[in-house]
């Protein structure tokens, strides 16, 4: 299982970062949480073959973890229409039902290929299962009263979570418990809505082997995390991620 970071910044891009997005490659299988960053782009940037690609799965409705999903799915229309067929997750009926006769236009009235991208809105629980990667959403409090999830992914025995965007502060207690109820081989956290020492007490009682910072801001919350996990002794290795740093997890 390899995990790549083609996006780790929170709201805009940096200069040096795209908004959210991440690869997990199981085998010959691609997967997707988010699309904030240009998808094209990182798709031929990182020589991606597009028809490993099995699924997409959105956390939440916000543009810098969904638009690049409307770009993705232009090209699969028509450049990549010979190779690609994927199922994607959005959180709202509302934002399929947009994309969808958005890329028809765009493509002179060519028929959105709704046979081989197939739109799914997720739920809470089990959303996802080809029999190499199971995806479970975790409902989240971000974007109340719009739907947001944490996003837990199973392959080959190993567990990844996906934080994906909590309530500021955690004021909604929002922090996906399953952190703390099972082992973790990676445990990928946002931190753009609350300062370090609010994850204090949840990292305390967190089970994952590693942990990786994704969507942060401002960059001063580097060193104050690292500070903090001196102080507080944390069992795991803290590492703020940067767009195309990979994790393999054996």
Partial sequence: MKITFLGTSAGMPDADRHCSCTMIEVGERIYFVDTG???TDAIRQHAIDP???KAVFHTHCHSDHTVGLLQLLDTCTWFYRMITDFDFYVTEQ???D???PCVSAMEEGREFPIERLRPHVAHAGEVYNDGVLKATYIP???CDPHPSYAILLEAEGKAVLFSGDLSKNLEKNDFPTVASERELDLFVCEMAHFPPEILAPHFATCRAKQVRINHFCPPEKIEQTAAL???????FPIVFARDND???ID
Avoid at 229 to 235: F, H, R, S, V
């Fill in 37 to 39: 960053a240009p998808m």
């Fill in 51 to 53: 028809s490993r690609i």
């Fill in 94 to 96: 509302v934002i399929a």
């Fill in 98 to 100: 947009t994309m969808m």
């Fill in 140 to 142: 989240t409090h971000h």
């Fill in 229 to 235: 996990a001196k102080e507080q002794g944390y069992p």
């Fill in 246 to 248: 990979t994790v393999e």
